[in-house]
């Protein structure tokens, strides 16, 4: 149980394109969901938290209107990376959390590898 | 603002040897702490979750530590084997409000058989 699953797993784009990447709970209702960015050799920093069916809230420091986020229903949230840039090849990884008995936790999927030429 | 610092970086070890991961934060105000392991390339999969309250938690030949007065945890990790190769993470949460995780580096640990 507690399943996450990204698609896609690797995507390489032309600069100036968008990319939108699907974060989806397969097993459980995600009440919030989150989505990560990771450097090499760094600490996955937290981009936005979103409740399905509002608005998402962004960290400090993230282009709200360059990481549009839509968290639709209680099963799928998507990232769409606007007019990407070289600068923006990293690693995205989302999470997400329910209710219940497992509310503490979060619970990872497996990353998105995003490459812009 | 919360800083998580995990030493070593990188650890080698021979298989079979027991060894110790370290995560320091510095507020100790946390609501728990989240030991992680990722694979290359990979997401994470939650190894053990120590809530504020608790002083440690263990799974098979995992047991982790929490010293929330000093602002430490640790993994111990009992009789290493080549296939617990990997970056271990460890991640705080700030309060039972807020679900944000603030994670270390990670230590990238090498098991040679």
């Known amino acids: 149980g507690a399943v996450v699953s990204q698609h896609p797993s690797r995507v390489i784009c032309k600069s100036g394109t968008s990319v939108k990447i699907e974060c989806r709970s397969l097993?459980?209702?995600?009440?919030?969901m989150f989505w990560y960015r990771q450097f090499p050799k760094k600490s996955l920093m937290l981009m936005a938290t979103s409740n399905e069916g509002s608005k998402a809230t962004y960290e400090q420091g993230v282009e709200k209107d360059k990481f549009l986020i839509n968290h639709a229903s209680l099963t799928l949230s998507t990232l769409t990376v606007t007019s990407a840039h070289p600068e923006d090849s990293s690693f995205y990884i989302c999470?997400?959390?329910?209710?219940?008995?497992?509310?503490?936790?979060?619970?990872f999927g497996p990353g998105t590898r995003l490459t812009v030429l | 603002k919360q800083e998580v610092t995990q030493i070593p970086a990188a650890l080698s070890v021979p298989e079979g040897e027991n060894l110790v991961l370290n995560c320091s934060f510095t507020d100790s105000a946390i609501y728990n702490l989240q030991w992680f392991r990722q694979d290359p390339g990979k997401g994470l999969t939650s190894l053990l979750l120590i809530q504020s309250s608790q002083r440690e938690q263990t799974s098979g030949r995992l047991n982790a530590s929490l010293d929330k007065s000093s602002g430490r945890s640790t993994l111990y990790i009992a009789a290493s084997q080549p296939g617990d190769s990997a970056t271990y993470l460890c991640?705080?949460?700030?309060?039972?409000?807020?679900?944000?995780?603030?994670f270390g580096k990670g230590t990238k640990l090498s098991v040679i058989p």
């Open positions: 097993d459980f209702q995600a009440t919030t």
């Open positions: 991640a705080v949460r700030a309060g039972a409000g807020s679900y944000q995780l603030t």
């Open positions: 999470s997400a959390r329910t209710s219940g008995r497992w509310a503490n936790e979060q619970f």
